[in-house]
């Protein structure tokens, strides 16, 4: 059985199909970056069926997957049985685990019955819907802290941090992570910055990017780094990487309407970012808004997304 299969979703058509593809390989090959060399750009998509089981009924479907987003192109009409079969097949599953990886069965009957020309009424287009982010959230001006509250410097150097440091570093600031420190909460209090593009956080006295820096290799964002400080983002050239400390203070418990552990005023559109932190014996620390938590990759060829910071005490 080749890879070069092909399928026709309504005009188009979609060639090949990743038969190694599945929802837990496509993490590590698009969110953390960490994992496979075949993804060369961002604009690259791969196409692999999976198994949907979050509704009420398992549903087999198409999937686009890319850097920047996850489609599902189409609903497959597989015969119900094979499809319950297959999930029945995946065993005890956690309530954040309900995608999953095709078997044997389900792969020969698309190659029988859809793919290379098959019965297309067996094909369900899912219209893409066009999704425009709302940044508009509204931040009062502020002045500074209320009385009440309490400056709180974070780390600002780069450091390397092992992993048995992870845990501690999280706890003792009460941030939030959804596998160290579930219950961690950073109380953050964000006012309006000078720039539409920049929020301010009085509590630690830090600006921000609203938005960022698409992925890249480090070294990319190093240099990206080099031309905003260049050209001056918002009237300012002291932009940086944030620490590890500095990235997790930003993460809320709640996942927003965008889908990501963050203060709406924030885009979506970095769901991982690099930060200013090196692993020993080796590694790179990132910050994951989506997931909630902090994690490692391999230096070989990672890739991460940038929001920026600077001091603005």
Same mark, same amino acid.
């Given at each position: 059985?080749?890879?070069?299969?092909?399928?026709?979703?309504?005009?188009?058509?979609?060639t090949p199909i990743d038969w190694e593809m599945n929802p837990d390989l496509s993490f590590g090959t698009f969110e953390s970056w960490g994992g496979r060399e075949?993804?060369?750009?961002?604009?690259?998509?791969?196409?692999?069926?999976?198994?949907?089981?979050?509704?009420?009924?398992?549903?087999?479907?198409?999937?686009?997957?890319?850097?920047?987003?996850?489609?599902?192109?189409?609903?497959? %009409?597989?015969?119900?049985?094979?499809?319950?079969?297959?999930?029945?097949?995946?065993?005890?599953?956690?309530?954040?685990? %309900?995608?999953?990886?095709?078997?044997?069965?389900?792969?020969?009957?698309?190659?029988?019955?859809?793919?290379?020309?098959?019965?297309?009424?067996?094909?369900?287009?899912?219209?893409?819907?066009?999704?425009?982010?709302?940044?508009?959230?509204?931040?009062?001006?502020?002045?500074?802290?209320?009385?009440?509250?309490?400056?709180?410097?974070? $780390?600002?150097?780069?450091?390397?941090?092992?992993?048995?440091?992870?845990?501690?570093?999280?706890?003792?600031?009460?941030?939030?992570?959804?596998?160290?420190?579930?219950?961690?909460r950073f109380e953050n209090v964000l006012g309006a910055g000078p720039d539409p593009?920049?929020?301010?956080?009085?509590?630690?006295?830090?600006?921000?990017?609203?938005?960022?820096?698409?992925?890249?290799?480090?070294?990319?964002?190093?240099?990206?780094?080099?031309?905003?400080?260049?050209?001056?983002?918002?009237?300012?050239?002291?932009?940086?990487?944030?620490?590890?400390?500095?990235?997790?203070?930003?993460?809320?418990?709640?996942?927003?309407?965008?889908?990501?552990?963050?203060?709406?005023?924030?885009?979506?559109?970095?769901?991982?970012?690099?930060?200013?932190?090196?692993?020993? $014996?080796?590694?790179?620390?990132?910050?994951?808004? %989506?997931?909630?938590?902090?994690?490692?990759?391999?230096?070989?060829?990672?890739?991460?997304?940038?929001?920026?910071?600077?001091?603005?005490?």
């Amino acid at each position: 059985m080749g890879m070069f299969h092909q399928v026709k979703v309504g005009q188009k058509i979609i060639t090949p199909i990743d038969w190694e593809m599945n929802p837990d390989l496509s993490f590590g090959t698009f969110e953390s970056w960490g994992g496979r060399e075949r993804v060369r750009n961002n604009k690259e998509c791969v196409y692999y069926f999976f198994i949907d089981n979050w509704g009420e009924e398992p549903k087999l479907c198409l999937m686009e997957r890319a850097v920047k987003h996850a489609r599902i192109m189409a609903v497959i %009409k597989a015969p119900p049985d094979i499809v319950r079969r297959c999930v029945e097949g995946q065993g005890a599953s956690s309530r954040f685990e %309900k995608s999953y990886a095709i078997n044997e069965q389900i792969r020969n009957w698309l190659i029988e019955n859809v793919l290379d020309g098959g019965d297309p009424s067996l094909i369900t287009p899912v219209e893409e819907q066009i999704d425009v982010e709302d940044m508009a959230s509204t931040l009062p001006v502020r002045s500074g802290l209320r009385a009440s509250d309490e400056i709180t410097l974070l $780390p600002s150097v780069p450091a390397i941090i092992n992993d048995d440091q992870i845990e501690g570093i999280v706890k003792r600031w009460q941030f939030f992570d959804a596998e160290l420190n579930p219950g961690g909460r950073f109380e953050n209090v964000l006012g309006a910055g000078p720039d539409p593009q920049t929020v301010i956080d009085h509590r630690t006295s830090l600006m921000w990017q609203r938005g960022g820096l698409d992925i890249g290799s480090l070294r990319m964002i190093e240099k990206k780094i080099s031309a905003v400080n260049d050209h001056g983002f918002a009237g300012f050239h002291d932009w940086r990487l944030p620490t590890l400390e500095e990235a997790m203070s930003l993460l809320e418990p709640e996942v927003n309407g965008k889908g990501v552990h963050l203060h709406p005023c924030f885009s979506r559109e970095q769901p991982f970012i690099f930060v200013a932190a090196r692993r020993k $014996p080796g590694g790179l620390w990132f910050v994951d808004y %989506k997931q909630g938590r902090c994690f490692w990759s391999s230096g070989t060829i990672p890739g991460g997304f940038g929001r920026l910071v600077r001091d603005f005490a």
